[in-house]
């Protein structure tokens, strides 16, 4: 977000101040000011500047004589998602990230990027899609539309909209494809695509990208549509403090038969059709960046395969249960449905 924009000095007049605020018309229409040093001071709104000519203050006044002085704001060392949360509850829509002389940084409007999660993430999409031939016989499944969008959009989307930045997407399969998609920003994104050689599995991939050697990272299928709170499962995880988050959707087992309840040979009961819930794994994870540098490139190496060694080892996992929409589109009857729900969305959004 260009600072500049929102940016004025405390002693440009009242009169010059609203036509800068109405140049903000259709956006937050905050300006923040900023003193002969370039250290922040307050914020003026359409509203202080009603206030203070109630007050009998002129248009010829500077802008310090209406400014609201007890304005909040983040340090650059203190921008977390909790931080992000609590003032996004108080309809902070612009807020101000401060360096530690007070000069403004950067500005955050929570309407386009609702948080910033301190993480890298990584998205597979290295698979055939063999399941939806012929449609993948010459597009990479990452890639085929729904709303005339690529289905990986909607995760890149989702992504740079909690303030994630640093995106690599793993590719094999007709992977010319999909390093030509992200030759262009996505979401203003600079996407980084790592191929594989061969097929390393449903993470082993993660071991040819460049991550930090602390924190955490999001891996997840990129063939994916969800509407899941990348903020909630950060929080959760951190909450946790857990080395594996493991995002999951609930699944149900119908049987259409009595069940026996036995007793060695004695039966006790019978469960008529009973149904079994499950917690099934979604294929997205927050990993700690320590367990992923284990991985080795030149093994072949399932996400389960991850899990079950960190599980072995004692380390945490937890898992995030998903509150809205998960397809998994692996069939057609998947990418219909996913069609299907995108076109029933859009007519919503549209009336």
């Known amino acids: ?97 401060l360096d530690r002389d007070g000069h403004i940084s950067r500005i955050i409007d929570t309407r386009v990027t609702k948080t910033i999660l301190p993480v890298s993430a990584i998205l597979m999409a290295g698979g055939k899609g063999e399941r939806l031939r012929p449609m993948t016989l010459s597009t990479p499944k990452p890639l085929l539309k729904i709303a005339e969008k690529a289905i990986i959009d909607y995760n890149i989307e989702a992504l740079a909209a909690v303030g994630v930045t640093d995106i690599t997407v793993t590719v094999n399969y007709l992977a010319e494809q999909l390093e030509e998609h992200f030759s262009k920003p996505v979401a203003d994104v600079s996407v980084k695509c790592v191929r594989e050689d061969r097929p390393l599995g449903t993470i082993g991939s993660v071991a040819l990208v460049d991550i930090p050697e602390t924190g955490d990272t999001i891996v997840m299928n990129s063939d994916l549509l969800t509407t ?22 609930p699944y149900n087992v119908s049987v259409p038969y009595a069940i026996l309840d036995t007793d060695g040979e004695c039966v006790t009961a019978l469960e008529e059709k009973p149904s079994y819930s499950y917690y099934a794994n979604a294929g997205i994870y927050i990993f700690s960046n320590e367990l992923l540098h284990t991985l080795s490139a030149d093994e072949r190496t399932d996400a389960t395969d991850l899990i079950e060694r960190a599980i072995a080892r004692k380390k945490r996992v937890c898992y995030f249960p998903i509150n809205g929409t998960w397809i998994d589109i692996g069939s057609p009857a998947d990418f219909a449905h996913a069609r299907e729900l995108m076109c029933h969305l859009r007519q919503t959004l549209d009336s």
């Open 228 to 249: 899941i709170s990348f903020e909630d499962l950060y929080l959760h995880h951190r909450a946790q403090k857990a080395d594996i988050t493991i995002a999951a959707v």
């Open 1 to 97: 977000m260009k600072i500049d924009r929102h940016r004025i000095a405390d002693n440009a007049r009242l009169i010059d101040a609203l036509g800068r605020l109405n140049e903000l018309s259709g956006g937050v229409m905050t300006l923040l000011v900023t003193d002969e040093t370039g250290r922040m001071v307050g914020t003026l709104t359409d509203g202080d500047v009603r206030r203070a000519l109630l007050r009998g203050v002129g248009l010829d006044a500077p802008v310090s004589d209406a400014m609201f002085r007890k304005f909040r704001y983040l340090l650059e060392n203190e921008v977390d998602p909790a931080a992000l949360r609590r003032l996004r509850s108080h309809s902070f829509a612009l807020i101000p990230v």
